[in-house]
């Protein structure tokens, strides 16, 4: 077998792949919005090859489309967890917060109050 290099990477041997680019995804849609987001760079943040991505989605646009799907389904948890309508708008508000990224590919761009 032969010794890995030095700052060569391995292969994604680990856990669910679709579902470790779907997380690096988030993640980089959270930080600096959907337009920073690449199938290269969903694929360095979770430390694969760059055609790795290609597996599990066709194109950028598939992608963006599960990212936007897992959004909706955790909205939803959290929604569906409170009963006052006061508290459905306090959980939009703070899915909004806390995941501006995806609540911005999930809806559009708003301003909250």
Do not use: C, W
């Not at 391995?10 to 792949?17: E, R």
């Not at 690449?38 to 055609?51: F, H, I, L, N, Y």
């Not at 990212?67 to 708008?89: C, H, K, P, Q, T």
Request: proline letters at 2%.
């Amino acid at each position: 077998m032969r010794a890995r290099m030095r700052g060569q990477k391995t292969s994604y041997h680990h856990g669910d792949l679709k579902q470790g680019l779907m997380e690096a995804a988030a993640t980089l849609i959270d930080i600096r919005g959907r337009h920073a987001l690449t199938m290269r760079e969903a694929a360095r943040r979770a430390g694969v090859s760059e055609a790795a991505p290609y597996r599990h989605f066709s194109n950028l646009d598939e992608l963006l489309g599960a990212v936007a799907l897992e959004g909706f389904e955790m909205l939803i948890d959290d929604v569906e967890a409170v009963s006052s309508a006061r508290a459905i708008r306090e959980a939009y508000l703070a899915f909004a917060a806390d995941y501006p990224g995806r609540y911005e590919l999930m809806f559009g761009k708003a301003t909250l109050n």
